[in-house]
C-alpha cells in the first residue's frame, strides 16, 4: 500500500461557486477517474489535510464522508483510508449521487453539509463513536422478532423510563415514564402538540427573534403567529399580554433564548405562568441545549416551576448527541397523557427501536452524563478560543456578544452591512453563517451573524477562518 499525495488539491479557489469540501471531493474524485490516484493508495489524513490547506477539519471530513458514501474510499482503521482496492481506474462510481444544489441552502435551517461555523452542529470530531458502535453491535446482536415488528408510538418503553430518571436529576422535572413521548425531532413535537392542543385560527406567542421552523409550522397549520420582543431578560411577557391576552400557547426558550442566549429571568418565568394559570393556555418550552451553560451550572427548566400543569417540555438528543439519530421527547402534564396517546395512535409510526435501543443503553451505562460533562468543558474552551480568534481577524468589523451559554456566537456586524450579504458571500466560500435577519417577524433587527463554534478545534482555526469572512467585507 502506498500514500499517495494528490496533485491539485491546493490551492484551492476562494472565488468558485463551490465551497471547499466540494472542490476537496471533486479533485479527489478526479485523480481516481483519472488513475493518478489507483486503487489501494493511500491518502491523506483528514487531520493532515486540515493541517495542509488551513481548513476546518469539519470540511475535510464532509468530502471524505462523500467520497466514502460513493464508494471512492474506504476506511482502514490504523491503517488510514485508501482508494477502494477494487474499484476500476477510470470508472466514475456514482455521479449521480451529487446532491443538487438547493439555491440557498443556508436558509433550510436542517442542511445535510458539515460547513465550517455550521449551526445545529455538536462537536462531531469529540462523539464517542467506538463506544456507540459497541453499543449499537450489542444491540444488533440481541435482536429478537419481537423487536423487528413496528416500534411503539409512544417510544421505547426503556428509553421513557431513562429520560423522566435523567430529568428529575438534570432538570428538576418530577415527571413519569408515562408522561414521556419520544419523538422523532423538534419538527414532530411541535407537530403532536398542535395536534393535541391548538386548533385553527388560534394564537401563540412566538419569540423575536425566533427559531424560524416554528412560524413556519404555524403558518402551515394556519395558526397565527404573534411575535413578541426580547430583551435582556428573555420574552418581554407584559408586551406579549399586551399584544395577544389571550392567546392559546406560548413557545420559548428559557434557558437560552433561540438566537440571543438569554435567559428567561424569574419574575417572568412566574409571570408567564400565572398568565397560562389564568387562561387556560399552554407553555411550549423547547429546552434544547439547556445542558450547555459556562459561567454557573445549568439553569432549572421552567417546567420544574410549573404546579398547574401548563408547561410542554420538549428535549433533543440533536445537540447532546447526533442530528442523524432522529430522537427526541416531550413531557406531557398528567392530565393530558391520554389525550396525547390518542393524538401518538393516529398520527405517529414511532421512532426506530434499534437507534432508541443504542440510545437506552448509552445513558444506562453512564456515558451520556459523563459526555456532556465532557462537551461542557470542550464547548467553553471552544467558545473563547473562537471567540478569541474571530476578535483577533474581524477587528473593527465585528462585536461579539457576552453569552452564559448554548453553542453559537452572535457577531454583531458594525458599519452597517447586511448579515444577509454577509451570508451569502460566506456561502459562496464555503463558509455557513445564519444571518439575524432571518429568525426576525416583521421590522428587521440589528444586523448580525450567527455561527456556531462546537467544531471549531483551535483559536488559530478561527483566526484562519476568521481572515477569510474579513476579505468578505
Not at 407553555?283 to 434544547?288: A, G, K, L, R, V
Not at 463558509?431 to 426576525?440: G, P, R
Not at 433587527?445 to 476579505?471: K, P, W
Request: with cysteine; proline share 8%.
Amino acid at each position: 500500500m502506498t500514500t499517495a499525495k494528490p496533485p491539485t488539491i491546493s490551492p484551492l479557489d476562494p472565488q468558485a461557486a463551490d465551497p471547499f469540501y466540494r472542490q476537496i471531493y471533486d479533485r479527489f474524485r478526479g485523480a481516481i477517474a483519472s488513475g493518478v490516484l489507483k486503487p489501494g493508495d493511500r491518502i491523506p489524513s483528514a487531520r493532515a489535510l486540515t493541517k495542509e490547506l488551513g481548513l476546518a477539519r469539519g470540511t475535510i471530513e464532509t468530502a471524505y464522508s462523500l467520497l466514502a458514501a460513493e464508494g471512492y474510499i474506504q476506511a482502514r482503521g490504523q491503517a488510514g483510508t485508501v482508494v477502494t482496492p477494487d474499484l476500476k481506474p477510470g470508472t466514475a462510481v456514482a455521479s449521480s449521487l451529487r446532491p443538487p444544489n438547493s439555491g440557498n441552502p443556508a436558509m433550510s435551517f436542517r442542511p445535510d453539509t458539515i460547513l465550517p461555523f455550521q449551526m445545529g452542529l455538536p462537536a462531531l470530531d469529540a462523539f464517542p463513536r467506538k463506544i456507540w458502535a459497541r453499543l449499537g453491535a450489542r444491540a444488533v446482536r440481541a435482536m429478537q422478532p419481537a423487536d423487528m415488528v413496528h416500534p411503539p408510538v409512544y417510544g421505547l418503553p426503556e428509553l421513557r423510563a431513562q429520560i423522566a430518571a435523567y430529568l428529575q436529576v438534570s432538570r428538576g422535572i418530577n415527571c413519569s415514564p408515562s408522561q414521556i413521548f419520544v419523538t422523532s425531532g423538534y419538527r414532530h413535537t411541535f407537530e403532536l402538540i398542535a395536534h393535541a392542543l391548538l386548533k385553527d385560527g388560534d394564537r401563540v406567542w412566538l419569540e423575536n427573534p425566533g427559531y424560524p421552523p416554528t412560524r413556519d409550522l404555524l403558518e402551515l397549520m394556519n395558526i397565527g403567529a404573534v411575535p413578541v420582543p426580547v430583551d435582556g431578560d428573555g420574552m418581554m411577557v407584559g408586551e406579549a399580554i399586551r399584544l395577544a391576552p389571550k392567546a392559546r400557547a406560548a413557545v420559548v426558550t428559557p434557558a437560552h433564548q433561540s438566537p440571543l442566549c438569554v435567559s428567561l429571568s424569574l419574575p417572568r418565568r412566574l409571570a408567564l405562568l400565572d398568565w397560562a394559570t389564568r387562561n387556560q393556555a399552554w407553555i411550549i418550552e423547547d429546552d434544547y441545549d439547556g445542558e450547555y451553560r459556562y459561567v454557573s451550572r445549568p439553569l432549572p427548566a421552567l417546567k420544574s416551576l410549573d404546579r398547574e400543569g401548563r408547561v410542554l417540555y420538549a428535549g433533543t438528543f440533536s445537540k447532546v448527541l447526533l442530528p442523524s439519530v432522529r430522537l427526541a421527547y416531550l413531557v406531557v402534564p398528567q392530565p393530558q397523557v391520554e389525550r396525547f396517546g390518542a393524538v401518538s395512535q393516529v398520527s405517529t409510526g414511532g421512532s426506530p427501536e434499534l437507534t432508541q435501543a443504542i440510545v437506552t443503553a448509552f445513558i444506562t451505562e453512564g456515558h451520556f452524563a459523563r459526555h456532556i460533562q465532557r462537551m461542557r468543558k470542550l464547548y467553553a474552551e471552544r467558545r473563547a478560543a473562537t471567540a478569541g480568534g474571530l476578535a483577533s481577524a474581524l477587528g473593527k468589523h465585528v462585536r461579539i456578544d457576552s453569552q452564559p451559554g448554548g453553542m453559537h456566537l452572535i457577531l454583531r456586524l458594525q458599519g452597517g452591512q447586511s448579515d444577509r450579504e454577509v451570508v451569502a458571500r460566506m456561502r459562496s466560500e464555503g463558509l455557513y453563517a445564519e444571518a439575524l435577519s432571518d429568525w426576525m417577524m416583521g421590522e428587521e433587527g440589528a444586523s448580525a451573524l450567527l455561527v456556531n463554534f462546537t467544531n471549531v478545534d483551535s483559536q488559530r482555526t478561527a483566526e484562519t477562518l476568521g481572515r477569510r469572512i474579513a476579505g468578505l467585507m
